[in-house]
């Protein structure tokens, strides 16, 4: 078949073409080569984030969420709010940020029930919940276990070695919304940054800082083995780790008195364990509770399934050590450790050097990850406190430190380093709210009314506030005689004085200053060249003081110190002069019975006179009250001064040129009786 005539053709196909075209013509479709081309807009490019822009310490208080809770109160600044917050510090600079702190200032009396990745810097009062409202000005916070920031250049910009984010949950109060509950400011607690705001942001949500050095500050030069050098403070511990092994470490903890007013009694130290570590062994102290059953019954027990817990001392998480007698100094088992075995005293380096210093060395047993001989932590939230009259002590968290050294314990004439080393520093503090201890009466030759010690001087109970008696009034002059006699056996001569001398009675009458010591200062004499004062100091508890001590500060006179005679003197910094009872007298007795039933309780009692020269301080006025110290000590606790004094003529209070009404009209009748 001729297959030629079978195709269509030509002018057909030409045809069929233009009609296709046509159609897709009036479709409004355009052949590929004609679609005109389209250029998408570019993405505007993020908004940089604020810690891009700071090249030093980033830090940031971002408030996460809040939450109105019960109980709901009709006044808004009552009307408490959970919380969650996260607090950042962030390594951009080109330096390690060794041992840092970080600083806020809140602002709504916030309660912390939680605190993560980070731990409160005031190790002494860091108990869950924490009242941010104790703190003076501002909470601070400190890193654990990451307590230094790497820099991003030797990290290769690894978050986890220069970034630390501190999770909090609590409470607070007021600032209901749309206000946002935010701390003032954030702050390094560290001189050689200066801290800005970061300009160009203004998040209502969030508090952000950066950090950079600052260009005035001169640095301290940096010791071979890169960690801080050791800390001064009033009293320091030193966590010192002698050996290592896999599972456990031996350590040495050494405390130290370097306060020349410092003391304590009986003293007892605690911690707390961050790392599920127990106590296997110790030597020169021991733990006040021995109790394992938190390990046999926990994940210690588990781990160590063929450890002896029989002997293990304390498994508790906050274990609280206290020291041992001096009779068992040479026990084999329990002593043996240099300055151990002292009953827990600690005196000033100025009375005993060798009791200023006390140490107990302790066996350590690890839990995972820690399982390695390089992987080593100090226990956080360090605490020591004595009984007493001691002073309060707020110490801060453990930080790297050089190692320690150690005489070689062979006699060579070489050192030993410790593998590790960690300081806590303490500082004499009075918590917010505390009352002294101990106060202070003034009294003259030429005055025969003796100033009290003020009323409530070392606190009042509730019972008092419940006006039984008068927290307010000034306390009542009194004769000289009645300063032996206790507070509650006093009412009767306090009044028949106030009749004799016409002095105003309160009423009701003013409370006691219930203080377990009191210290009578009384000028004895005045002449042309000198003068002197009697010292009395009054034991009104049961406690007995061994090796008391006792330091005026004297503002004026101190120059003029001669000499005690029944108790030693030694000049001191800063006007002060540091008094201890010789050979014999340096026991001040507990109160005691009288003679009979009817008799009042005895208080104990230590005396000695002081003398003064008039060569050192010309023009002292020992009339108008230059011969009364402005400060007392008692074993290292401030004392409560009385607000007035004696005068030759009447009283005056301890502010120069401030006169009672009394004497002012003494000196107006005197004036009046001589124009006449």
């Known amino acids: 078949m001729d297959c030629s005539r079978c195709r269509p053709p030509i002018w057909v196909l030409l045809l069929v073409f233009l009609l296709s075209v046509e159609s897709s013509w009036s479709q409004g479709t355009m052949p590929p080569a004609q679609t005109p081309a389209l250029t998408p807009s570019p993405a505007p490019a993020p908004a940089p984030s604020p810690e891009s822009l700071c090249n030093g310490i980033y830090l940031s208080y971002v408030l996460e969420q809040r939450e109105r809770i019960h109980p709901f109160t009709s006044d808004p600044a009552e009307q408490p709010y959970s919380f969650r917050a996260t607090a950042t510090v962030l390594n951009h600079g080109t330096a390690d940020l060794v041992a840092w702190t970080l600083l806020v200032p809140f602002r709504h009396g916030e309660l912390l029930v939680s605190v993560d990745g980070g731990v409160l810097a005031n190790a002494s009062n860091s108990v869950l919940p924490y009242n941010t409202t104790l703190d003076a000005n501002v909470t601070a916070f400190s890193g654990y276990p990451n307590t230094d920031l790497k820099t991003p250049i030797e990290t290769a910009n690894d978050l986890s070695q220069i970034q630390i984010k501190i999770s909090l949950v609590g409470t607070l109060f007021g600032s209901p919304p749309p206000a946002v509950p935010l701390p003032e400011f954030l702050e390094l607690d560290d001189p050689s940054y200066s801290c800005a705001q970061l300009p160009g942001f203004n998040d209502s949500g969030s508090v952000q800082r950066c950090c950079l050095p600052n260009p005035n500050y001169v640095h301290e030069p940096v010791n071979a083995t890169g960690f801080l050098e050791r800390?001064?403070?009033?009293?320091?511990?030193a966590y010192d780790v002698m050996e290592s092994y896999g599972s456990s470490y031996l350590a040495l903890v050494t405390i130290e008195n370097l306060n020349p007013l410092g003391r304590l009694d009986n003293w007892e130290l605690s911690w707390e364990w961050a790392r599920d570590e127990f106590i296997s062994s110790m030597r020169g102290a021991y733990p006040t509770v021995v109790d394992a059953s938190d390990c046999i019954f926990g994940k210690q027990g588990q781990f160590y399934q063929e450890f002896d817990f029989t002997k293990v001392l304390s498994c508790k998480q906050k274990p609280t050590i206290s020291d041992l007698s001096p009779w068992r100094y040479n026990d084999t088992e329990l002593g043996r450790i240099p300055h151990c075995c002292r009953n827990g005293t600690l005196l000033p380096s100025e009375m005993d050097p060798e009791q200023s210093v006390s140490a107990f060395q302790i066996q350590v047993q690890k839990m995972p990850p820690d399982l390695n001989r390089s992987v080593l932590f100090p226990p956080v939230n360090w605490n020591i406190s004595g009984s007493g009259l001691n002073p309060h002590y707020q110490c801060g968290q453990p930080i790297r430190v050089s190692p320690a050294r150690f005489p070689d314990p062979s006699g060579l004439d070489s050192e030993i380093l410790a593998l590790a080393s960690w300081q806590v520093v303490c500082n004499i503090t009075r918590p917010k709210g505390a009352s002294p201890k101990c106060c202070v009466s003034f009294s003259a030759f030429y005055n025969d009314s003796v100033v009290p010690c003020n009323t409530c001087a070392c606190g009042?109970?509730?019972?008092?506030?419940?006006?039984t008696c008068n927290v307010s009034a000034p306390g009542m002059l009194l004769p000289p005689e009645s300063l032996l006699v206790p507070f509650d056996n006093r009412t009767e001569k306090a009044l028949a004085w106030a009749q004799i001398k016409h002095y105003n009675v309160p009423s009701p009458l003013p409370c006691a200053d219930n203080c377990g010591v009191s210290i009578n200062w009384h000028v004895l004499t005045n002449y042309q060249k000198g003068w002197s004062a009697r010292i009395t100091l009054f034991n009104w508890g049961e406690d007995q003081f061994a090796d008391w001590f006792m330091a005026a500060k004297l503002d004026k006179a101190y120059p003029g110190y001669e000499q005690l005679y029944s108790f030693n003197g030694t000049k001191m910094d800063d006007d002060t002069i540091f008094i201890v009872g010789m050979a014999g007298l340096n026991y001040?007795?507990?109160?005691?019975?009288?003679?009979?039933?009817?008799?009042?309780?005895?208080?104990?009692?230590?005396?000695?006179?002081?003398?003064?020269?008039k060569k050192s301080t010309p023009g002292i006025d020992i009339l108008a009250g230059d011969g009364y110290p402005s400060k007392v000590y008692f074993n290292g606790e401030e004392c409560s001064?009385?607000?007035m004094f004696p005068t030759s003529w009447a009283f005056r209070s301890r502010r120069p040129g401030t006169f009672t009404a009394l004497g002012f009209l003494l000196l107006v009748a005197s004036l009046l009786f001589l124009h006449q």
């Not at 109970?461 to 006006?467: D, H, I, M, V, W």
């Not at 001040?588 to 020269?613: A, C, H, M, Y």
Request: net charge negative; with cysteine.
């Open 460 to 467: 009042c109970s509730a019972s008092n506030r419940a006006q």
């Open 641 to 643: 001064m009385p607000d």
């Open 231 to 237: 800390q001064s403070g009033d009293l320091t511990i």
């Open 588 to 613: 001040l007795n507990g109160e005691t019975d009288g003679n009979s039933d009817s008799d009042p309780r005895v208080p104990g009692k230590q005396q000695s006179v002081i003398s003064f020269t």
